[in-house]
């Protein structure tokens, strides 16, 4: 079992910047492969960003592609999103998602999740 708690979602104004963290607990962390998903009002899930093991990969969804980074520090059992330049569109819940295995964007492939932090952008 993995253990995942997201932190430091909050209220921003457009243009603006937010850092988001989840800290794993329970198994070796630099096992997973991590995630970013996120959920708006009355939407589906949906992918924003993966990063490997060793954090040497990434890939991102194209609506967030140069404005999010995906990050993680192995030494500290936790992933990363740092988020530039938000837009209200960017409103949702943010969960992390962590698999032994599977590195892409289909979120019914990660096993474990968090409860997810509220990061909403105002205009």
């Known amino acids: 079992q993995v253990q995942l708690v997201e932190s430091g979602g909050g209220l921003v104004q457009a243009g603006g910047s937010l850092r988001l963290s989840c800290v794993a607990s329970g198994r070796t962390f630099s096992r997973y492969v991590m995630g970013w998903f996120r959920q708006a009002p009355g939407k589906e899930r949906e992918f924003v960003a993966t990063?490997?093991?060793?954090?040497?990969?990434?890939y991102y969804a194209d609506s967030v592609k140069g404005r999010f980074t995906i990050s993680r520090d192995n030494a500290k059992n936790t992933v990363y999103l740092q988020m530039n330049s938000l837009k209200p569109e960017d409103t949702a819940v943010y969960y992390c998602?962590?698999?032994?295995?599977?590195?892409?964007?289909?979120?019914?492939?990660?096993?474990?999740w968090g409860q997810g932090t509220q990061v909403t952008v105002s205009s």
């Open positions: 990063i490997t093991f060793s954090g040497r990969s990434t």
């Open positions: 998602a962590a698999d032994a295995s599977y590195y892409g964007a289909r979120g019914s492939e990660y096993d474990y």
